[in-house]
Nanobody, 121 residues
Framework: QVQLVESGGGLVQAGGSLRLSCAAS????????TGWFRQAPGKEREFVAA????????KYYDSVKGRFTISRDNAKNMAYLQMSTLKPEDTAVYYC??????????????WGQGTQVTVSS
C-alpha cells in the first residue's frame, strides 16, 4: 500500500496562489491514480481533482476548474496541486489520496494526513 504525506499548505490572501505537494512512498506509486480532496469545518469531505496513473486523464470539481491544476511526477513519487486565484471558500484541510483506477471508480484507498489551507479575505 502506498503511503502519502502532504505539504505546502498555509495562509494566503484571496487571489493568491499555493502549491500543495504529495510525497508517496513505495515503488508502485506509478500504478495509482491520485486525487486531492478537501474538508472545510462543519462540512463533508469533497473531491477537488484527480489525475490518472499515467497523467493521461484529469478531472476537476467544477468550482476549481480553471484555477487549480493537478499534476504528478512518477519518477519522483510526487503529486501536486497548483492552486491559483484562491478564494476564502477554498479554506479547508486538503488531503492527497491514491487508488488503483480511482479516477474511474471513485475509490481511493490510501490517504495522507492532510494539510491546512486558509484563504483570508
Amino acid at each position: 500500500q502506498v503511503q502519502l504525506v502532504e505539504s505546502g499548505g498555509g495562509l494566503v490572501q484571496a487571489g493568491g496562489s499555493l502549491r500543495l505537494s504529495c510525497a508517496a512512498s513505495g515503488r508502485t506509486f506509478s500504478r495509482y491514480d491520485t486525487g486531492w480532496f478537501r474538508q472545510a469545518p462543519g462540512k463533508e469531505r469533497e473531491f477537488v481533482a484527480a489525475i490518472s496513473s499515467n497523467s493521461g486523464l484529469t478531472k476537476y470539481y467544477d468550482s476549481v476548474k480553471g484555477r487549480f491544476t493537478i499534476s504528478r511526477d512518477n519518477a519522483k513519487n510526487m503529486a501536486y496541486l497548483q492552486m491559483s486565484t484562491l478564494k476564502p471558500e477554498d479554506t479547508a484541510v486538503y488531503y492527497c489520496a491514491a487508488g488503483l483506477a480511482g479516477i474511474v471508480s471513485g475509490r481511493f484507498d490510501a490517504w495522507g494526513q492532510g494539510t491546512q489551507v486558509t484563504v483570508s479575505s
